[in-house]
Structures are given as structure tokens and as C-alpha cells.
């Protein structure tokens, strides 16, 4: 299959030829077929979410197990009704206060939606995104648009719409290049079809923000720590070693000079083996490794530089060959949650503590 990629506006300013390169976007999902697309948080792999076959092909594309359920798009309050069986208090002051925006939230969902899209499940995971170009091909479909990330199931998320070339192109339609993402982590999950509100998934909606909107907000397990096969957590797709470099990833946390002066030692003995070796820095830390494989990831006073950049280092770290990692660990308050679990996960929970 021949990919088209259209470049767009990113600042909702659309010209003439970047609707009409929307609108055809917009074509190719409601005749079943995929278009990668930027949101706030990482690019989506888009399909109509109420046609089984588009869903299909979706996980085909991905190579994602089909019991991992997908996130459907809407565009307005008024696309959420005939998706949901009903939408509970919780879910009301959250969407009030956080959509459009970087949050999912999980409904009891109605016959619209087909298993296929939901991986089997009663429930439906919604999200209202904010970027321009993504509201407007939601709209322009005039249906729900079913998107986990446009990557290759098991590789880092897509941040910009080169990863999605990377990984998808020749296996969907178009891709939409609205440019790099703003936020750079996966949307907030949460569950509200419980009595106590659940984050199964931490994301640019924190906890601390949650908490502020509804009260007290549980934690789904699967987001603390490794989950052993014969657990099912809420959220199917918490159960995969996600976001993974090919690089073997090394976390070392605690205090930072103990930190710097390990990641060095073990550095210089995996060179001295022959081993290509990156290593993942912050602006604060820069100046105190060896130059060559060395990423600033951001500014430990702004946690967002971090998470926007996340994924971007470690792709480029497998475009580098790297085949050893290691990264300064981070604060895991406010955006750091979810910035260290992502990393946690990268590492496959290889994190040591000096
Ligand atoms: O920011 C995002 O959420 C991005 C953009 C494209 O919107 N999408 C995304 O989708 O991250 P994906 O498929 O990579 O991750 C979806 C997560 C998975 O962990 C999945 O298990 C969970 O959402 N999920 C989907 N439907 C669910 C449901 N009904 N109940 C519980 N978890 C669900
Ligand atoms: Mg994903």
C-alpha cells in the first residue's frame, strides 16, 4: 500500500489545502480505512470505531494483541452519548473540567460499539482531544475515531510523524504530520464506572489535578510496579513491556552525584567491553559525562521538557545502535508519575538504586 503524508498546520490556522488534505483523511476513515494523526499527547493510528473491520485492521497494523482495547475519539459532548450505556456523576465533572484534553475516561459502553474495538470488554475508553488537526478529522469523519499510538505494538510512542513513517508507513493510507506533539506521554486513564474514581494510566492530567476535580482517586496496581502474567489489570495494555527501546535501559536513582559517578563507572565498563553505549542526561547534568552518546532530555525544573522528549530519545537512541542505556531516574510527583512509569516500563523494571 502507497502512503500519502500531508503536512497541516499545527496551530488550527487551516489554509485551503490543509482541509482539503483533512477532508480526505477524514474520507479514507469513513470507507474503513487508517490514517495516522497527530493528538496533544503522541500521534494515533485512526480508524472508524464503530466498523469491526476497521478495528481490525488497526491491530494488524500495529501488531498489537487484539484483548488490548482501543481509545474512540470524539470530537464534542453530543459524540459521546450514543457510544456510552451512561455516563456516571465522576465522569461528568471530569470531562467538565479536563476535555478536550490529554485524559481517557472508561464508560460502560452501548451497542454501538463493536467487541472488536473495545478488545472484548463492556466498557469503551474515551478521549476528546485538543489538538486542531485532530478535532478537525474527527469532526470531518463525522464518526468516532478508534486510535491507540501509530507505533509498532511494543516500541516507543510516536512524537512526531516521522516514528509513524518509521513504523507504519506502506501499511496505511495517510499520515498527517501536524508536527512534533506538545505533551509527549500517552493520555491520563481513568476508570469511572466504579464507585471511587480509578486512574489506571498516569498522564499530563495528574493525580494532584484529579484529585482537585472529583476528591479521592484510587490507583490501579499495574501502574506502581511489575505485573505477574496471571494478573489482569483494568487497563489490558499495562500488561505489556510497552515503550521499549531495543537498547537494554538501566534506570539509576538517587542521590546525584552517587547517580552521575555510577552511570559513568558503568558506562565506561560496557565501552571498555566494545558495547555502543547511550546516555540519558538532563540540562542540569550535561557537562558532567563524556561527550558522544549523551541526550539532555529536559530540565529537572520543567517537568514537561522531560515528557515531551521522552520518546523521542529513545528512538533515537535505536537509530544511534545503541544496545546499552542508562538514564537518571526522575521525581515521580505531578507529570513525573507518569514520566517514570513510561521509563520503568522502557527498562523493563531495571532500576538501581545508589
Ligand atoms: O494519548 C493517548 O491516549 C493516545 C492518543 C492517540 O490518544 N492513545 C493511546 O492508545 O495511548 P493506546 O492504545 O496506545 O493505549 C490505550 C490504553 C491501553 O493501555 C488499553 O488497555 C487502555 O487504554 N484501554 C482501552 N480501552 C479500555 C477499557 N475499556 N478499559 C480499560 N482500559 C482500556
Ligand atoms: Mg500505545
Not at 495517510?174 to 471511587?196: A, F, R
Not at 486512574?199 to 493525580?207: D, E, F, K, Q, S
Request: aromatic content about 6%.
Amino acid at each position: 500500500m502507497l502512503t500519502r503524508l500531508f503536512r497541516v498546520s499545527d496551530k488550527g490556522d487551516f489554509s485551503a489545502e490543509d482541509l482539503r488534505c483533512i477532508q480526505e483523511a477524514a474520507d479514507v476513515i469513513r470507507d474503513g480505512g487508517l490514517v495516522g494523526f497527530p493528538t496533544e499527547t503522541v500521534y494515533g493510528l485512526g480508524g472508524n470505531a464503530l466498523d469491526a473491520s476497521a478495528s481490525k485492521k488497526i491491530y494488524a497494523a500495529k501488531g498489537r494483541p487484539s484483548d488490548n482495547p482501543l481509545i474512540v475519539h470524539v470530537s464534542c459532548m453530543e459524540e459521546i452519548l450514543p457510544i456510552t450505556a451512561d455516563i456516571p456523576e465522576t465522569g461528568k465533572k471530569l470531562a467538565e473540567r479536563f476535555w478536550p484534553g490529554p485524559m481517557t475516561l472508561i464508560f460502560r459502553k452501548s451497542d454501538a460499539v463493536p467487541r472488536e474495538t473495545t478488545g472484548g470488554l463492556d466498557t469503551v475508553a474515551v478521549r476528546m482531544p485538543s489538538d486542531p488537526v485532530a478535532a478537525e478529522l474527527i469532526r470531518r469523519a463525522g464518526v468516532p475515531i478508534a486510535a491507540p499510538s501509530a507505533n509498532t505494538s511494543g516500541r516507543p510512542s510516536p512524537t512526531r510523524a516521522e516514528h509513524v513513517w518509521q513504523d507504519l508507513h506502506g501499511k496505511i493510507e495517510v499520515i498527517l504530520d501536524g508536527g512534533p506533539v506538545k505533551v509527549g506521554v500517552e493520555s491520563t486513564i481513568v476508570d469511572v464506572t466504579g464507585k471511587t474514581p480509578t486512574l489506571l494510566r498516569p498522564g499530563a492530567i495528574t493525580m494532584e489535578m484529579l484529585e482537585d476535580a472529583v476528591g479521592h482517586v484510587e490507583i490501579d496496581p499495574a501502574i506502581l510496579g511489575p505485573v505477574s502474567p496471571d494478573v489482569h489489570p483494568k487497563a489490558p495494555g499495562m500488561k505489556y513491556r510497552h515503550y521499549a527501546p531495543k537498547a537494554d535501559l538501566t534506570i539509576v536513582e538517587g542521590d546525584m552525584d552517587r547517580v552521575v559517578g555510577e552511570i559513568n563507572r558503568l558506562a565506561e565498563e560496557k565501552l571498555a567491553a566494545g558495547k555502543k553505549v547511550g546516555i540519558i542526561c538532563t540540562e542540569e547534568t550535561k557537562n558532567r559525562y563524556p561527550e558522544g552518546m549523551l541526550e539532555s532530555i529536559g530540565t529537572r525544573s520543567r517537568q514537561e521538557t522531560i515528557a515531551h522528549n521522552l520518546f523521542a530519545v529513545l528512538r533515537d537512541f535505536d537509530d544511534r545502535g545503541a544496545e546499552y542505556i542508562f538514564s537518571e531516574g526522575f521525581a515521580e510527583d505531578h507529570l513525573g508519575q507518569a514520566i517514570m512509569n513510561r521509563m520503568k516500563k522502557a527498562a523493563g523494571y531495571h532500576i538501581l538504586h545508589v
